[in-house]
């Protein structure tokens, strides 16, 4: 099955303590990306990546690092978590469909920092 | 790029067409309009795309007037599953790769 898999799922974890939210797609896209959701803000870009070794980013890239060795993976770090980046996270591929940019998404990576 | 105005939110009883409408005045001759969902938390889901022409498939149909000023999304029998955020965004080309979400319809398909 075509999918985005992101792990893991739910998280608790204290300020500092580094973490990794893995993010893997099987549909051979090249582009990849980070979103953030939080209540009243909608979703948010954090990074992308069009290609493997091509990262740029996104509207809040601050306290996020990212990296794109191989193209299926696109892992999001948080060196130093603090309680501002408790949020629910999505990572999503793409395909180009006609010039146009048709994302899928994963199920999410809910993040809480005490 | 251009904005999207989408209301708030809609009502729609099951088994209806529920018609969603978008407003992208400032929409230019290369962007295309996206619709996507998102059911309660869970990841947002691609519904369908156009750039100037109808489009229609399996989930929705896409009707955007002559001007592309605005457009509509048509999901011609609801059900209560279709009870989801909806938003509609517009990009070009040259920016596909960020995709900004606004605040959508939130849409609730009643009994």
């Known amino acids: 099955e075509a999918q985005v898999t992101q792990n893991p799922r739910y998280l608790i974890t204290v300020t500092g303590k580094k973490l990794t939210v893995t993010c893997s797609q099987n549909?051979?896209?090249?582009?990849m990306s980070w979103y953030r959701q939080d209540p009243g803000l909608g979703l948010r870009q954090i990074y992308y990546s069009m290609n493997v070794e091509a990262t740029d980013k996104g509207d809040v890239p601050e306290g996020y690092k990212v990296s794109r060795k191989e193209k299926r993976n696109f892992p999001l770090i948080l060196e130093s978590p603090s309680p501002n980046q408790t949020s629910l996270y999505f990572c999503a591929s793409s395909l180009r469909v006609a010039g146009a940019n048709v994302l899928t998404f994963g199920a999410g990576s809910r993040l809480t920092v005490l | 790029d251009a904005k999207t105005t989408q209301p708030p939110s809609m009502d729609c009883a099951e088994g209806r067409a529920a018609n969603l409408p978008c407003n992208h005045s400032?929409?230019?001759?290369?962007?295309?309009v996206y619709w996507y969902r998102q059911i309660h938390s869970q990841g947002p889901q691609y519904i369908i795309h156009g750039l100037k022409n109808n489009e229609t498939n399996e989930m929705a149909s896409l009707i955007i007037t002559e001007d592309r000023k605005s457009s509509t999304l048509i999901l011609p029998h609801a059900t209560l599953r279709d009870t989801a955020v909806y938003y509609c965004?517009?990009?070009?080309?040259?920016?596909?790769?960020?995709?900004?979400f606004g605040q959508g319809t939130r849409l609730t398909i009643n009994p």
């Open positions: 549909m051979n896209h090249e582009y």
């Open positions: 965004i517009v990009r070009g080309i040259q920016g596909a790769q960020k995709l900004v």
């Open positions: 400032t929409i230019s001759g290369n962007e295309y």
